[in-house]
């Protein structure tokens, strides 16, 4: 798991995305993925944080044939807070109870496929 992890961070170390989608904000930095949703009067902060996570490799077929690789970790930091407009802000917290999956077509170098 430890080739396969530091593999995936070689590949996505550079990996930096910010997209506005109405009143939502996402940023992806490397493996942490972060949301900011404005809905009517709340807004809620995510985070998704599998930066120091391990991850293994899983390859299957979809229907048509194709192999296809997923890099998994069930091991993320996750966080939400949620704060109305005017209010006090509300934490939740888990250190490692997240899960993120990344999809490719292709297989990272010298990583090992389960």
């Given at each position: ?11 996505l170390?550079?990996?930096r995305?910010?997209v ?24 809620s ?15 299957y ?8 690789y ?19 802000a509300q934490?939740w917290?888990?250190k490692?109870g ?12 010298n990583?090992q496929?389960?």
């Open positions: 798991v430890r080739n396969c992890t530091d593999s995936l961070r070689a590949v170390g550079q990996l995305i910010s506005k989608l109405g009143d939502c904000r996402i940023a992806i930095d490397s493996l942490c993925i972060t949301a900011k949703i404005f809905h009517n009067r709340l807004i902060d995510r985070l998704l944080d599998g930066s120091s996570a391990p991850f293994a490799c899983l390859g077929r979809n229907p048509d044939g194709s192999l296809r997923c890099w998994n970790t069930k091991l993320a930091c996750c966080q939400l807070v949620l704060t109305p407009i005017g209010g006090s934490h917290q888990s490692h997240g899960a993120l999956e990344l999809l490719r077509p292709f297989a990272i170098a990583a496929v389960v």
